[in-house]
C-alpha cells in the first residue's frame, strides 16, 4: 500500500481522475520492481472506494485509502467482486505456471466487464503484466479498451512496453515511471528490513539499481554473498574451478531456491550490463560493491564489445528459457559458467 518515489504519477492519476474525461485505459510502464503494480494497485482501491478529496470540492492530492477500510481489505485479499486481475496461470497439464498470458483468461476479463457493478460504481482490471500477453490475448484484449464498458477502467503494468501490441498501446493514456534514487531504494529495504545495517542497505541498493523489488528479492536471498561470489567466479575466467562451480548450483538448483536463481539471473546480466556499460564509455555506478570494477577492467579487453553484448543477449535468453520452460536450473547455471568459459578464452 505505501508508495516511494512517485508522487508526480500519483498527481497525474488523482488530477485525471477529478477530470470529466479520465482515460479508461492506462498503461503504467517502466523498470521491473519499482513500484508500477503498488501504483496500480492504489489506484484500483482509490476508484473502488469512490475517490478523494473533501466536502469543499478540493481535488486528491494522492489516492490513499486508509489499510482497515473494507474496500482496501478485499483488495489486499483479492475478493473485491469489482477487481479482476488478469495474470500468467497455471497449466494444469503440464502442471506449471505458464510463460504467457493466454486467451481464455483475457477472456475472462471481458466476461468481467460483462456483469454490473456490485455497488453500481466502478469496474477495475489489472493486468499483470501486459508484455506477457500473447498475440491472441492481446488482440482479445484490445477489442475490450476499444468498446469500453461504462465505469470501466483497465490498467496496464507494463516492464517493456515496447513488447505490447502497438494498437493496445495506442489506445491507452501512457504513465512512465522512473527508476528510484538509491536513497528511496534504501528507505524501502530499511521499512522491510529494519535490521540490515547502513552499508549493507547501501550496497543492495547500489546492485538494485533503482528498483526496489530487486532490492528486496536481494536482501530476502543473501544477494550481497551471491554476487561476491559471482564475482570470485568471474575473476576465475577463463578458467573455472570446478568443484565451486558446482556448489554454486547446486545451491541455486535445489527445491525452493526459484528466488535465488531469479536474483542470480539479475545479478549475471547485471554485472554484465555494466561491463558493457563501461567498454561503451559510461563511468562506472557510484560505489560500486567490491571488486566489480576490477574483474570489469580484466574481462573487457578480452572480447570487443559487439561480442559482450551478444553473450549478454545469450545469456538473457538462456536464463528466462530456463524459468519459462521450468529446465533443471542447476544444469541451466552450470551450462552458463560454461558459456562464459568459452566466450573469455
Not at 510463460?99 to 481464455?104: F, H, P
Not at 559482450?308 to 552450470?334: I, S
Request: glycine share 8%; net charge neutral; charged share 25%.
Amino acid at each position: 500500500n505505501t508508495l516511494i518515489g512517485h508522487s508526480t504519477a500519483e498527481e497525474a492519476l488523482a488530477s485525471a481522475w477529478d477530470s470529466d474525461q479520465m482515460p479508461h485505459a492506462w498503461l503504467i510502464n517502466g523498470p521491473e520492481g519499482i513500484g508500477k503494480a503498488t501504483l496500480a494497485y492504489r489506484f484500483a482501491r482509490f476508484v473502488l472506494k469512490g475517490g478523494g478529496g473533501d466536502l469543499f470540492g478540493e481535488a486528491p492530492k494522492d489516492l490513499a485509502v486508509a489499510p482497515d477500510d473494507p474496500v482496501s481489505r478485499m483488495v489486499a485479499e483479492g475478493t473485491h467482486p469489482d477487481m479482476f486481475v488478469l495474470e500468467r496461470t497455471v497449466d494444469e497439464k503440464k502442471k506449471r505456471m505458464r510463460s504467457e498470458i493466454i486467451i481464455e483468461d483475457a477472456r475472462r476479463a471481458s466476461s468481467f466487464f460483462a456483469h454490473t457493478a456490485s455497488a453500481g460504481g466502478w469496474r477495475v482490471v489489472i493486468v499483470d503484466a501486459a508484455d506477457e500477453l500473447n498475440r491472441n490475448a492481446a488482440n482479445a484484449l484490445l477489442k475490450l479498451v476499444e468498446e469500453p464498458p461504462s465505469r470501466g477502467l483497465v490498467l496496464l503494468i507494463a516492464h517493456r512496453p515496447g513488447r505490447v501490441i502497438t494498437t493496445l498501446r495506442s489506445r491507452c493514456r501512457q504513465l512512465r515511471l522512473r527508476a528510484l534514487s538509491d536513497q528511496q531504494v534504501t528507505d524501502v529495504l530499511t521499512v522491510h528490513y529494519p535490521q540490515i545495517d547502513d552499508g549493507e542497505a547501501a550496497d543492495l541498493a547500489r546492485l538494485a539499481e533503482g528498483s526496489p523489488g530487486r532490492a528486496l528479492r536481494l536482501a530476502s536471498t543473501d544477494g550481497l554473498s551471491m554476487h561476491s561470489e559471482l564475482v570470485q567466479v568471474f575473476k576465475g575466467l577463463p578458467r573455472l574451478d570446478v568443484e565451486a562451480q558446482h556448489r554454486f548450483a547446486d545451491r541455486i538448483g535445489r527445491k525452493g531456491a526459484e528466488d535465488r536463481y531469479r536474483v542470480l539471473g539479475e545479478l549475471l546480466t547485471g554485472l554484465l550490463a555494466r561491463l558493457i556499460q563501461t567498454g561503451a564509455g559510461h563511468p562506472p555506478i557510484a560505489g560500486a560493491p567490491a571488486g566489480e570494477q576490477q574483474v570489469i577492467a580484466q574481462l573487457l579487453p578480452l572480447r570487443s564489445l559487439d561480442q559482450w553484448v551478444g553473450l549478454w543477449e545469450n545469456v538473457t535468453v538462456a536464463l528466462a528459457k530456463g524459468q519459462g520452460f521450468n529446465l533443471d536450473r542447476k544444469q541451466v547455471v552450470l551450462n552458463l559458467f560454461s558459456t562464459l568459459q568459452g566466450a573469455t578464452r
